[in-house]
């Protein structure tokens, strides 16, 4: 079965940073390219990161392009998402999601909630 | 503004068929970009629902479809049930934008 757990998420002041996690289990997890999406309270989905499955390859969104950082490890089946310079906007809870047939994403992790605020 | 343009909610009584459509432009949908759709209860994941246009994934009912025509997209479901009543969100891949793109999401009352 596939299972995607993230970590990391809590309260943090603005211009502050935070790294997520996201461990993946249940599949070949170095085959999969993954992706970042963010769920603001009450608002829509907003894809946020995307890694190749090398980690050789990656895509941001211009909203967190420049402060954010996402790469792999593939060793440790795991995820990871460096924030920084955060902003009150980022709050959001965060999914990890594996990229499946035609770019959808296919799997998705339960979340993990950021809030920024002072 | 979302890329990709839903209808904020939609409703139907139970049995009654209800469609969401996903109105994008020629850089995503009309480029030829798959539609892929998806289903979120309050407070848990989004959950794939259509993948490809119109293909289900396993366990998936097939009161689900998706279709797709020029720069727009469709989920139909038939035979609605009180369980259905949830957020619907389109999604496919902007070329101009050079990224993954979400509609703004349909809530689906039952009636």
């Known amino acids: 079965e596939v299972q995607l757990v993230e970590s990391g998420g809590g309260l943090v002041q603005p211009g502050g940073s935070l790294r997520l996690s996201c461990a993946a289990s249940g599949f070949t997890f170095s085959s999969y390219e993954m992706n970042w999406v963010r769920q603001a309270p009450g608002k829509g989905l907003e894809w946020v990161s995307y890694?190749?499955?090398?980690?050789?390859?990656?895509y941001y969104a211009d909203s967190v392009r420049g402060r954010f950082t996402i790469s792999r490890d593939n060793a440790k089946n795991s995820l990871y998402l460096q924030m920084n310079s955060l902003r009150a906007e980022d709050t959001a809870v965060y999914y990890c999601a594996t990229v499946g047939f035609g770019d959808c994403f296919d799997y998705w992790g339960q979340g993990t909630l950021v809030t920024v605020s002072s | 503004q979302s890329v990709l343009t839903q209808p904020p909610s939609v409703s139907g009584a139970p049995g009654q068929r209800v469609t969401i459509s996903c109105t994008g432009s020629s850089s995503n949908i009309g480029a030829g970009y798959d539609v892929h759709w998806y289903q979120q209860f309050p407070g848990t994941a989004p959950k794939l629902l259509i993948y490809?246009?119109?293909n289900r994934p396993s366990g998936v009912p097939d009161r689900f479809s998706g279709s797709k025509s020029g720069t727009s997209a469709s989920l139909a479901i038939t035979g609605l049930q009180a369980e259905d009543e949830a957020d619907y969100y389109c999604q496919s891949y902007d070329s101009s934008l050079s990224l993954w793109v979400f509609g703004g999401g349909t809530k689906l009352t039952v009636l």
């Open positions: 490809g246009n119109s």
């Open positions: 890694i190749s499955s090398s980690g050789s390859t990656i």
